[in-house]
């Protein structure tokens, strides 16, 4: 049985469910439909929907702030605060080494430390081998790790362990000390292994 049309061919799948004979048509295979054929009556709808539905709260600037925390690879939006790679080795000896090992190379969980050259997967994989940006470490850290408690570090803590995993991969000294400018400064021996994609989907295929 083939469609006919746009009902018939929506209707196939519900018969399938109840005669087995009829093969039932994955997504893939049926047609997409169009915007008026998937919800004529849309335009009706919303002509006649409430202005609002009396759930919810404007976002405050507050809440927004605690949820806006991103940061750029060029520091944008790196918070105040400081910390020494001194104060991160407790904080890592604390809440990360029983996943990422003493030294950032023992695992069981990611290697932070290269063991070896970056195209070597896992050895190389790591902060040092692949992170273009101390920054987007940064950024990643404060909003994942450690990974079963993430966020409940301060941005301090943040810095400084931060800087302790920098120093473990050899990449910055033991008396470093990280904040918005020390963390912008770093180069990571990653940074020129990628290239930024400002591709905007057009002929410029790289
Ligand atoms: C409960 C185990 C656990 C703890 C504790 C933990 N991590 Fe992780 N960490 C992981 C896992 C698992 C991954 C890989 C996550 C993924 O690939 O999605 C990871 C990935 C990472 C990465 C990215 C590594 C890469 O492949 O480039 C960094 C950096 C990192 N963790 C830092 C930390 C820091 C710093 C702490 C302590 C504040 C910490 N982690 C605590 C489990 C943990």
Redesign the pocket.
């Known amino acids: 049985m083939r469609a006919v049309g746009a009902t018939a061919s929506v209707l196939v799948p519900l018969l399938a469910a109840c005669s087995p004979e009829v093969p039932a048509r994955s997504a893939a295979e049926a047609p997409a439909p169009s915007a008026t054929e998937a919800d004529p009556g849309f335009a009706s709808l919303s002509a006649h929907a409430p202005e609002h539905f009396g759930f919810g709260a404007p976002a405050s600037e507050d809440r927004v702030a605690r949820w806006d925390i991103d940061v750029k690879p060029d520091g944008e939006g790196l918070p105040p605060g400081s910390g020494s790679v001194a104060e991160g080795r407790l ?2 000896e604390t ?2 080494l ?3 090992g003493p030294t950032g190379t023992e695992g069981p ?4 430390v290269s063991a070896g050259e970056w195209e070597q997967w896992p050895a190389g ?3 040092g081998g ?2 273009p940006y101390a920054t987007t ?1 940064f950024d ?2 404060r909003k ?5 408690t993430p966020g409940t ?1 301060s941005d301090d803590e943040v810095y400084a ?2 800087g302790y ?1 920098l120093h473990l991969g050899g990449i910055v000294s033991a008396d470093a000390v990280m904040d918005s400018a020390s963390l912008v400064a770093v180069e990571m021996p990653a940074r020129d292994r990628f290239v930024p994609d400002d591709r905007t989907d057009g002929p410029e295929i790289r």
């Open positions: 904080i890592y809440y990360c029983q996943c990422h969980n990611d290697r932070l994989r790591t902060v692949y992170w470490l990643y850290t994942a790790m450690p990974q079963t570090l362990v931060v995993v």
